[in-house]
Each structure stands twice: as C-alpha cells, then as structure tokens.
C-alpha cells in the first residue's frame, strides 16, 4: 500500500515538476523569438516607408468594421477619429446592433445620413439588417451605416459588417477603441511583404487608455492606469502582445489575434463561416476555424504581429466588470478546445495541431486547474506536516522572481523600440506592478477562470455582458 | 492684402509656402490639424480670401473642411496639397469642390501661380 | 609615513578595514551556505535557486536598460528639439530664399553661402545625419530648382560621405538607409556598386537596392525586369510603383514588351498596371495575348487593365470569353463592359444581371449597366418593372451616387 501511494506522489511530483519546467521554458523561448521579432520590425520600421504606402493608388482597400452597441457616449468622436485615419482606399462601416439609446439619431444627425437601397448579400447568417444609410455629404463618403435587429453578440453584429464590406480585407475593432492613425498601414504592410505565404490576419498591439488623455477621439497623451485594477492589465497587456503575441509571431504560430484590432482576409473569413455568434471568445474561435481553413484547403498561410501599440481601449475598472470579462474569456477558451478538440495534437494541422492547440490546452485552460490543484494538495500536506517549508518557500520564491523577470523582460522590449509613456517614472511605477500582480492579479484571474470552467461544464445561461464604459473622457 | 489659411500637419510646409508667397501680398495663417482650422475658420467667421490644404490629417480631414467651406454662401476658393496618388481621392476633392490639386513635392513656382490666379 | 597621523585618514583606514572585514564575512558566510544548503539541497532545488539569482540579475539588468534608454532618448530629443529649429531656418534663410532662384540661374551655378552652416555642431556624426534628414524632409516637400539647390547643400557641405559609409556597413538595414537617403536625394550611384546588392541575400535591401537602380541609373533603368526571377512583392510594387511614377526624365518603355516576353507573371502584372498609368494604348493587342494565359489571377490583371484602358476593340473577345471563366474573371469582364461603357452589349449585361445565380455577378453587371446609361436611356423599360425585389435594389444601389462601391 505504502508503495502505491509512493509511486503515485512520485509520478505526481514528477508531471508537476515537468509541467512546471516546460512552461519557463515556453516563457523563456517566448522571450528570445519576441526578441528577435520585435528587433526584425525596428529594423524595417520607417517613415518613409509608411509614406510611400500612404501616397499609392494601388494598394488593397479595407473596410473598418465597427460594431455598436449603446455607445451614444463617444460614438461621434470615434467614428470621427476612423475617419481621420490615414489611408488612400478604406470605408467605415458601423453596425449598429439594436442600441437601445440614441447611438443612431446621434450618427444621422451628425454625419446627416439618410437610408439608401444597399445590395446588402447575406454571406454570412445574421439578424436581418434593417436599414442602411450613407451620408449625403460627399466628404463622408467613407462612411456606411448599418442598422440591423440586435444579436447579443459583437459576432453576429460584426459578420452583418463582413456582409456588407466591400474589400478584400476588413478591420474589426471595437466602436469604443481609440486607434492609431497609422493603424491600416502598420497592419496592411506585414501583408504586402509577406514573400510566399498568404496573410490571412495581422494584429496589433492593445493597451489599456484609461488613464490616457484623449481629444475628440485622438490620444494625446499615453499615461499607464492609475487605478491598480486596469494597471494590472497594461503589464498583463504588454506581456502577452509585446512578449507573447511577437515571439509567437516570429515562428508563425500565432494562437489568436484580439477581438479589439486585427486585420483579416474577407475571402478565407468568409468561406470558413466568419463569426460565430455563439461563443464566448470569438476572435479565438475564428482565428482557429481559419487556420484549419487554410490547412483543408493547403492555403500556405501566416498570421502576423505588429509589436507597435496601435489601439487603446478602456479596461474594466471594478471588479464586477472585470469578473464577467474574464469569466467570458474563459469560457471561450474551454469552448473553442472542446469544439476543436480533434486538432489536438493531429499531425495534419500542422503547426496549429501539434504547437498552438498544445500549448492553448495544457498552459492556457489547464493551468488554472492545475495551479488550484497544486494549492489543494499544499494546503493538505501542510495540514499533515509532509512540508519542507524551507523549500517550498524557496520555490515558490523561484516562480516569483521568474514571473517578474518575464513581466519586465516584456516591459523592455516595449521601451527599447518605442520608448512609450512621457517620463521613466511612469515606467518604473508600471514595472513595480509586476510585484503585486503575483500577488493579487493573479489569483484573482485563476478564481475567475474556474468560474468560467464550470459555468461551461453546467452550460450556465448567462445574458450577454454589456461592458459598462464610461468614455474616454475629454481632457 | 489677401489672407491665405494654410492647414497641414507636416511642420516643415508652412515654413516653405510662407516663402513661396511673398509676406507683402499675402498674410499666412497655419493650422496644424483639423481641429485647429475649423477652430479658426468659425472664429473669423471664413474671413479668408484662400485655403490650402492637405488631405489626410487628425481630427478631421480635407474633405471634411472642404465640405465646410464649400456649404457657405460665399464659398472661399480651396486649393488641396497632398501626397496622395490614388486618382479616386483627388476626384473626390474636386466633387467637393475643390478649385486645384498640387501633388508633393511642389513645384514653388506652380503654387504661386495658382494662388494669384484664384485670387485674381 | 607621517601621513598615517592625519585623523581623516587613519579614520577612513579604519572604515575601509571594517568595510573589507564585512566582505569577508559575507563571502565566507556566503561559501558556508553553499557548502551546507546548496550542495545538500535537492537538484530541483539547486535548480531553483540558480534561477532565482539568474532572475534577479536579469531584473536588474533589463531596469538598468531601461533607465538608459529612456535617458539617451530624452537627451537626444532634446538635443534634436535644439538644432531641428536651427537647421530649418538656415535651410530657409540660405536655400529657400537664395536671391538667384529668382533670377533664373541654373541651380548647378548657385554657389551657396555654407559659412553659417558651419556653426552647426556638424563634427558630431547626429547633427550632420539630422542635417539630412532635414533636408530630405523639405525635398519631400518640395522640388524644382529649390530641390536641386537642396541637393546641392548636401553635396557641398560633404554630407554624402557619411552615406557612403553607411552603404558599405555590415548591417543591412543600415545599407537601406543610406539606399533611401541616395534615392530621396537623386545621387548617382555607379552600378558596380548597386547591382551586386540587388541579389543580397536579404530580401529588403534586394528591393531597396532595385528601387535605387530604377531611380539612379542612367542607362538602363528597367533592366532588371528582364532578369527577375523571383516574384515582385506586392510591396515592391508598391515602392517601385511610387518610384517610376514620380522620377522626372526617366525614358518610359513600352511595357507590352515585358506583357509578351517576361516569364515572372508578378513582372507582368505590375506592367499592367503602369501600361494603365501612363494610358499606353498600344499594349492592347499584346495584352490581348496574355488572355490566352491559364493563370486565373494574371487573365483578370489583363482583362482589368483592358477595362481601365477603355479598350473598345477587346469588348467582343471579353464577351465570347466570358461563359467558360470563374467568376473573379467574369466580374472583372463585367467591369471592363462597363468602363469601356460603348453599349454594345447592353444586352448581354442585361442578361445577366437578371439571369446569373452568383449575387457579385448581378451586382458588377447592374453597375455596369448603369455605366453604359440603360438605365437612364429606357427609364420605362418593362425589364425594370419585372425585376425581383432583390434585382430593384442591386439596381437602386448602382444609380445611387452617394454609394461609391
């Protein structure tokens, strides 16, 4: 009997002990490819290059995609500011998903819209669009507005956008994301100088605004959150963009490009079923869909990143926000591996089946299992004094620093090629945050996962979440 | 004396056009964005004889001003200075009204013949 | 040896004794605990606390980093913020406002005053790239004789040498940079120099390095269209594009030359686009040729451009094509009708646009329809009266002129 517990503490200690072990070292490969990739775009980075695309007839047009529900607050400086942005060939689409506020009269009103018969082709399944308008000012000619009967979802009300868009690439951002306005060119260029392979998306780097000043829907000044909460998600942020997203884009596996930016390929989005209204993490979902798209269909295909920040968005504030947006997340992610599970590991979907699908299972959605079960077990052998404190504590002391090791490596990288933010003092109190996010951000992020975990094993019916924004203030 | 408002966020261009027109014909205001010359333009209630602008700009572009400008009774020739090589934009700008298109890099002596020629 | 009597200094003895002592200490201390806990210590441990000093180091590392980067980027933006002004208003004061420019003397006879650009601090290799940069920008800005005179500061004050350093670094993106900087300044560059760099192993410089030759050499210009083997990037098309288009006295070729001859399909498809720029109607028949090609891709490039060039005499094969093309093809036939807009085959648009299945087809034949003035010709047509509810409004979307796509 003795033996049998013996042997299974030891294949326990060891799976823990490897687990561990091949996690720092996907953090420390993430770490040098970003490295690698953040440098490969300093190298390329310049403006002459951006002007040139800027002044050209015969770039790809894009059509900006902008969803919105409920925005009467800022929608007017935000359509403004996509309007502004610099391109030669783009259109503005925004969606208005059933508002209940007076998010339409405003851009009637403002842009004076009027309704038009559009050749509106259902490509993609949505909730019937009621109206279309176009503004009877020629200098809004970019700009089409759609009115369509609200889908509880961005999904249903973005795939409305896909259906009406009229180039070969779309953007898809959130109304309430402020953006650079160099945003199309940053992310049409990775595209244009693929060499053989076919982008299907590109994403950009996300920051939290919430403390930034804007002016009509231009960010003047770049300041990290105030508020402990939303600082915690700048350097969760930076991590996973600057540090994660780049590494993983230098080897061609990006697991997912954010719902908030992202340039996509309208062909391949479209032939895979666009998005699915239904999940709760549907950038993830479709990003998947594409890239087995593009592996039945022997599509060569690459998604890339661009480590430049180019949107901000405001992070929720409380707690309770906060709690329903990750609990979504996570629920996401337990659909999307469950809906795709036969790709795990499936030799045929290439690097998606054997490197992303991998690592989204064992260090994404597990992890927190995996964490809570570690804690359970301490706690009890603590209970039972089995524990060798000193060593225990000089572990946990090793995750601890190697966390904040990351945590700044990915801050460097950030402030080595673009040095961001006014004054280094702002960046030093953004680095402390590393400290306490051990500490306090993460738990909280492992308690809300396994909520999002069970509300997907009990199929929890939960209405959709309405982020409760505030605005961007004015100055 | 003719009043001539130049809007373009490129800082180097209006120290360039101030030399190209001669200060002793022509008074140039700058405005670096559109924010700034809608700002303006509603101040002086459009008390400019000519307006030079680029296209693509924060707050709000050349065709937004141009529209602007063109709705008043008393419409203020507009001369639109771009890099822009794409033939449906330029089109635009002239189906908004605008009264010339000069491509960057300009050429000194073309800027200051359409300008007296608009102001004639 | 009477200075040990000094109090200062016997006391700074004393402190630095104590200090060394303190040190040892801690080093013995320190060889203690590795004897004991270290080497006692299980391997994961070991492992562990290897790791947590190669963390700390790196933290440590990664602020310093941190802090001096910020502080070189604070000091140059500042020394920038400094001399940016000050160049600007030596390049107006002593180029822009030149007195002969006035007088129509040839810029190449212009001597400059360069004495005060001397008081710049143009020994440091910053200021003199600055200076550069600077005068790039106005070139970007401006051309004619004052570009030229530009050009001519460059030159004068030896600026072109730090290019050519740069052009010889070991770094790639260091030879695009001084590639750009020759290019935005029209300087010529010998082509022994160039072409070897136009089949670098580094894919940006290749281009950079080809969009120089195309801009910088005198005698021929297009050469390398005959001898690329590799596709043109759509962003080298981009650049090269930009390049052609804005180069003043460059000899424009036939391009239908490259349309028959070149095996590079992108070489081709790029052609298209510049015989379209530059309206070269005697392309057609050779652009009719490239019909024959089995790339779908290529055939629309050609059939588009046919379109762009209103080419009325391809109406018919476009027609007869028509049936057996897949479908990105037969919008792009559907577009040319249009553009070409004779009205000649009014009714087969009609067809249709009131007949095929695929929605795009239907739509890109109403527009087109609405291009060759049916609509406005047969207001009272019975076929508008007729149509199905999805048809009206493909239709009513064409006329609408707010709608642009």
């Known amino acids: 009997m003795q033996s049998i517990v013996n042997a299974i503490s030891h294949i326990y200690q060891s799976t823990i002990f490897l687990y561990g072990l091949v996690l720092l070292l996907v953090y420390a490969m993430l770490a040098f490819f970003s490295m ?96 279309v308008y176009k503004s009877t000012n020629p200098a809004y000619s970019t700009l089409v507005v759609l009115d369509k009967v609200n889908g509880k979802s961005k999904a249903d009300a973005s795939n409305a956008g896909i259906n009406a ?102 062909e391949v989005a479209i032939r895979c079923g ?202 | 004396m003719k009043k001539i408002l130049l809007i373009e966020d490129d800082e180097i261009m209006p120290k360039i056009v101030a030399r190209i027109l001669p200060s002793t014909e022509y008074r140039l205001e700058h405005a670096s964005n559109g924010k700034e010359a809608l700002q303006l333009l509603e101040e002086t209630s459009y008390a400019y004889d000519l307006i030079i602008t680029d296209i693509m700009m924060p707050y709000a572009n050349g065709f937004e001003i141009l529209s602007k400008i063109k709705h008043r009774d008393r419409p203020i020739p507009v001369i639109i200075i771009s890099n822009a090589g794409n033939e449906d934009m330029i089109m635009e700008g002239f189906k908004l009204g605008a009264d010339d298109f000069l491509k960057k890099p300009i050429l000194p002596a073309e800027l200051l013949i359409r300008v007296k020629k608009l102001l004639m | 040896m009477s200075q040990i009597d000094n109090p200062t200094l016997s006391a700074s003895v004393e402190t630095v004794s104590s200090y060394l002592e303190t040190a040892f200490t801690s080093v013995k201390a320190a060889t203690r605990f590795l004897e004991n806990t270290f080497l006692n210590a299980p391997i994961t441990i070991q492992i562990a606390m290897v790791f947590i000093i190669i963390a700390i180091v790196t933290t440590a590392l990664a602020y310093i980093s941190i802090l001096r980067n910020r502080y070189r980027g604070y000091r140059t933006d500042k020394k920038l913020a400094r001399l940016c002004p000050r160049i600007d208003n030596l390049l107006i004061d002593e180029v822009l406002s030149h007195p002969s420019l006035q007088q129509h003397v040839p810029p190449d006879e212009i001597q400059l005053n360069i004495a005060p650009f001397e008081q710049l601090p143009l020994h440091r290799r910053w200021a003199r790239q600055a200076l550069t940069g600077r005068i790039i920008h106005f070139r970007r800005n401006v051309r004619g004789n004052i570009g030229l005179l530009l050009r001519n500061l460059y030159m004068q004050l030896d600026l072109d040498n730090d290019t050519l350093k740069k052009l010889k670094s070991r770094h790639w993106e260091k030879k695009v ?42 005698n021929e210009p297009f050469k390398f269209f005959d001898i690329a083997k590799e596709p043109l990037l759509m962003w080298d098309q981009v650049e090269l594009f930009r390049t052609i288009t804005s180069t003043e ?76 093309q897949p479908i990105p093809c037969q919008i792009e036939i559907l577009k040319a009708l249009g553009r070409i807009g004779s009205g000649e085959h009014v009714e087969f648009l009609k067809t249709e646009f009131l007949h095929a299945t695929d929605f795009d087809l239907r739509k890109h034949a109403a527009k087109s329809l609405v291009r060759n003035q049916w609509v406005s010709d047969h207001p009272g047509d019975e076929l508008l009266s007729s149509v199905s509810q999805e048809n009206l409004r493909i239709l009513r979307h064409c006329m609408n002129p707010l709608i642009k796509y």
């Not at chain 1, 087995?292 to 409380?318: F, G, M, Q, S």
Request: hydrophobic share 45%.
């Open chain 1, 36 to 131: 690698l990739g953040v440098r490969q775009y300093a190298r390329q980075d310049n403006d002459y290059q951006l002007d040139v695309l800027a002044g050209s007839g015969i770039v790809p047009g894009i059509s900006v995609l902008a969803p919105a529900y409920n925005e009467g607050l800022t929608i007017i400086d935000n359509v403004r500011s996509l309007l502004t942005l610099n391109y030669p060939r783009f259109e503005i689409i925004v969606i208005n998903d059933g508002s209940t506020d007076n998010t339409l009269e405003q851009l009637i009103r403002e842009f004076s819209l009027q309704e038009v018969d559009f050749a509106y082709h259902i490509k993609l399944k949505t909730q019937p669009v009621k109206r």
């Open chain 1, 165 to 266: 868009a009229s180039f070969d690439y779309f953007l898809c951002t959130d109304v309430d994301c402020v953006l650079d306005k160099n945003t199309l060119l940053e992310l049409i260029r990775p595209v244009l100088q693929e060499e053989k392979k076919r982008v299907i998306a590109t994403g950009g780097t996300l920051r939290i605004g919430n403390s930034c000043e804007f002016d009509e829907g231009v960010m003047t000044r770049m300041r990290p959150p105030r508020e402990l909460l939303p600082r915690f998600q700048e350097v969760e942020y930076i991590r996973s963009f600057v540090l994660g997203k780049m590494g993983w884009s230098y080897i061609n596996c990006v697991p997912n490009v954010s719902g908030g930016l992202g340039l996509f390929d309208k």
């Open chain 1, 274 to 475: 666009g998005y699915d209204h239904t999940s709760f993490g549907e950038d993830m979902e479709l990003m998947s869909r594409m890239c087995r798209y593009a592996y039945d269909y022997n599509i060569d295909y690459a998604i890339r990143y661009v480590p430049k920040t180019l949107c901000w968005t405001e992070a929720p504030n409380t707690l309770e926000i906060f709690k329903r947006q990750r609990i979504r997340w996570a629920r996401g992610l337990a659909q999307l591996i469950h809906a795709h599970f036969h790709m795990f590991l499936n030799p045929k979907y290439g690097k998606i089946g054997m490197v992303i699908f991998p690592y989204n299972f064992f260090f994404e959605l597990l992890a927190p299992v995996v964490e809570m079960l570690g804690l359970i077990t301490y706690l009890l052998l603590a209970l039972l004094g089995y524990i060798h404190w000193h060593n225990a504590l000089l572990l946990l002391l090793f995750v601890y620093t190697y966390s904040i090791m990351i945590t700044t490596i990915a801050i460097l990288w950030d402030q080595l090629t673009f040095r961001y933010y006014k004054t280094w003092k702002e960046v030093l109190f953004l680095c402390m945050t590393a400290f306490l996010e051990f500490v306090i951000y993460h738990p909280i992020i492992v308690y809300f996962s396994l909520r999002g975990y069970y509300n997907f094993l009990t199929g929890k019916r939960v209405t959709w979440g309405n982020m409760q924004r505030q605005g961007f203030g004015k100055k």
């Open chain 3, 177 to 218: 940079q001084a590639l750009t900087e020759l290019t935005s300044l029209d300087m010529f560059i010998s082509d022994v120099t160039i072409l070897p760099m136009t089949n670098d192993r580094n894919r940006e410089l290749r281009a950079a390095a080809r969009h120089a030759y195309i801009k910088l050499s005198k």
């Open chain 3, 249 to 324: 006295n460059i000899a424009i070729p036939n391009f239908a030359r490259w349309i028959i001859y070149s095996g590079n399909k992108s070489v081709i498809s790029f052609c298209l686009k510049l015989v379209v720029y530059y309206n070269q109607h005697n392309a057609v028949p050779a652009i009719l040729r490239l019909l024959e090609t089995k790339d779908h891709y290529l055939r629309a490039d050609a059939i588009n451009c046919l379109g762009k060039l209103r080419a009325r005499i391809a109406e018919d094969k476009l027609v007869a094509l028509y049936s057996h």
